[in-house]
């Protein structure tokens, strides 16, 4: 299948930054526990100056499995992760703009030795993700598949969700970092291919985000955390009808048929690696080691059905329960603001 043009736009709007370096994004320290942080500060200064992603939305209890970065970049993730999944597990990362890739590549030997290892537990490719044929995978070929800032450039937004589904075991999961709009912008703003590969006018609005996992298969998405983007160039917010745009990570899982069970009360044990005290499932639900938590049917599928399994016991309750969660980024800011919260903007345009 012939590429999209915008993605041809997309492609060389990354192509030119990765070498002129004209654009900046900030790692959300706050929102990343301090043992994934450490590993982050670890990384090679070339590849960071590179990340141009919206939220680092690193998957917990990893080692040993099969992870896939759609659209990994400079392939900050793809190292932290690297580390994450030990010598048994293995990190593939693609991408579809050629100058990015090898810009990854390039310290490749860096992280292997940071990391002690003798073979290499990730690959990198140049593929489009929109294309199944092109990713050359087979079907439930992994565990976890994370993508971060990249669908709010993807014209066919569809197609990567698909794949992911596709792509992904039963009782995988979808780690999302991605840009969301508050409102729709102009039509003749849709058809600016420079506001589009500044994720301007790709980035999704709620409902489309929850079509999306619909039709693909998911979950309904858990909103992991959040950032606004700042607009100082008004020019661009005017013509994009002043919309909001905010960063947001979501947890996504591809639930195995048949899965469903009643509510339950959990309780976490604290197995999990750099979440031994708290494991934080979503910006409302928090599980203390120890401390039993009543959730509903959804969530008690995905925790008994998923590598989240062996890290609670689960007792069934036979009354309805509601698991609070924002399904919306805009509103949890506005949230956190109320509170007096910190609020750092994800990037700048
Ligand atoms: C905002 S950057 C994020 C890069 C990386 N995830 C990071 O955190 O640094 C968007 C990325 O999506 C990639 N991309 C856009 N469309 C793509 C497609 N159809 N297939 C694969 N990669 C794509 C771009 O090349 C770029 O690297």
Known sequence: ????????????????????????????????????????????????????????????????????????????????????????????????????????????????????????????????????????????????????????????????????????????????????????????????????????????????LNRLCELGGFSKPYLKGAAPVEFKNMEIHESVNKVQLACAEWRLFKIPAGARRSAAEVTYNGNIFGFEDTFNWDVTTEFKTGQPVTVDAELASILSTTRFRDSFSFKDINTPVTTPRFQNPFTYLDELRTRGGEVEYAYTI
């Open 1 to 208: 299948m012939a590429e999209h043009e915008l993605t041809t736009v997309v492609k060389n709007f990354y192509n030119d930054v990765a070498i002129n370096m004209n654009f900046v994004c900030a790692v959300n320290k706050n929102q990343i526990s301090q043992k994934y942080n450490e590993l982050i500060s670890q990384l090679h200064p070339e590849t960071m100056k590179r990340y141009y992603g919206s939220g680092f939305f690193i998957p917990e209890k990893v080692d040993g499995l099969k992870v896939l970065d759609m659209g990994c970049g400079s392939g900050s993730l793809v190292y932290i992760l690297s580390k994450l999944v030990g010598k048994d597990g293995f990190v593939n990362g693609v991408d579809i703009t050629p100058n990015l890739i090898l810009e990854a590549k390039k310290h490749s030997n860096y992280h292997k030795e940071l990391w002690g290892y003798t073979e290499a537990n990730f690959k990198f490719k140049v593929c489009n993700i929109e294309q199944f044929d092109d990713l050359g995978f087979k079907e439930q070929e992994f565990d976890v598949i994370v993508s971060n800032g990249v669908i709010c450039v993807c014209p066919d937004q569809e197609a990567v969700f698909k794949n992911a589904n596709r792509l992904l075991k039963d009782g995988g999961e979808f780690c999302l970092s991605d840009v969301y709009a508050d409102r729709p912008r102009p039509a003749e703003a849709m058809s600016d291919s420079r506001l589009f590969s500044l994720g301007t006018t790709g980035s999704m609005l709620m409902e489309e």
